[in-house]
T-cell receptor
Framework: DTGVSQDPRHKITKRGQNVTFRCDPI?????LYWYRQTLGQGPEFLTY????????KSRLLSDRFSAERPKGSFSTLEIQRTEQGDSAMYLC???????????????FGEGSWLTVV | DQQVKQNSPSLSVQEGRISILNCDYT??????FLWYKKYPAEGPTFLIS?????DKNEDGRFTVFLNKSAKHLSLHIVPSQPGDSAVYFC?????????????FGKGTKLTVNP
């Protein structure tokens, strides 16, 4: 499978615990994005990386959230001291930006469901 | 403030007929638009996109129309098939603004009846 891969697919955690999600983008895609989706809403942008550099962050990304892409390949999204309001699907996406490709087509993974109880 | 609006939460059509899904936007800086399809418990799947320099883009059964003066776009699916039943999201971005952020609408649930 050469699509965007996310792990775990489902996570149930107690309020106050930390959780970490992993994303493996499509091979050779240099851009990686994190979005969050709650029921009845469209995906909301959280942050994006160009290679290992985090270039844009939404104000939705509070201090409890941190994302990394240390080697410009896979990425992790950590949520510290989880709250019930963090319950959502966390979507990772990737795209390829080159001198001849705008990178506008963004491909999503299947998402990681988080339930905070 | 909802910058991308999909005012119809749901749409039901007969198999073989045309499905028309609508999307309105308020930010005049948006210059690239995408449609995604989403099945339950899965991530969005890219369908088709259009740049603001065009007013129409076609890919098989899917055609997207863009009316910049009205800040309106629509996705036409012809002919509709039962497998098209899903939630469809409209998304927009501003390349000129230097942001990579996609702004999504809330989605329209399409049901294609056999």
């Amino acid at each position: 499978d050469t699509g965007v891969s996310q792990d775990p697919r489902h996570k149930i955690t107690k309020r106050g615990q930390n959780v970490t999600f992993r994303c493996d983008p499509i091979s050779e895609h240099n851009r990686l994005y994190w979005y969050r989706q709650t029921l009845g809403q469209g995906p909301e942008f959280l942050t994006y990386f160009q290679n290992e550099a985090q270039l844009e962050k939404s104000r939705l990304l509070s201090d409890r959230f941190s994302a990394e892409r240390p080697k410009g390949s896979f990425s992790t999204l950590e949520i510290q001291r989880t709250e019930q309001g963090d319950s959502a699907m966390y979507l990772c996406a990737s795209s390829l930006r080159t001198a001849w490709s705008s990178g506008n087509t963004i491909y999503f993974g299947e998402g990681s469901w988080l339930t905070v109880v | 403030d909802q910058q991308v609006k999909q005012n119809s939460p749901s749409l039901s059509v007969q198999e073989g007929r045309i499905s028309i899904l609508n999307c309105d936007y308020t930010n005049s800086m948006f210059d690239y638009f995408l449609w995604y399809k989403k099945y339950p418990a899965e991530g969005p799947t890219f369908l088709i996109s259009i740049s603001s320099i065009k007013d129409k883009n076609e890919d098989g059964r899917f055609t997207v129309f863009l009316n910049k003066s009205a800040k309106h776009l629509s996705l036409h699916i012809v002919p509709s098939q039962p497998g098209d039943s899903a939630v469809y999201f409209c998304a927009a971005k501003s390349q000129r603004g230097g942001s990579e952020k996609l702004v999504f609408g809330k989605g329209t649930k399409l049901t294609v009846n056999p």
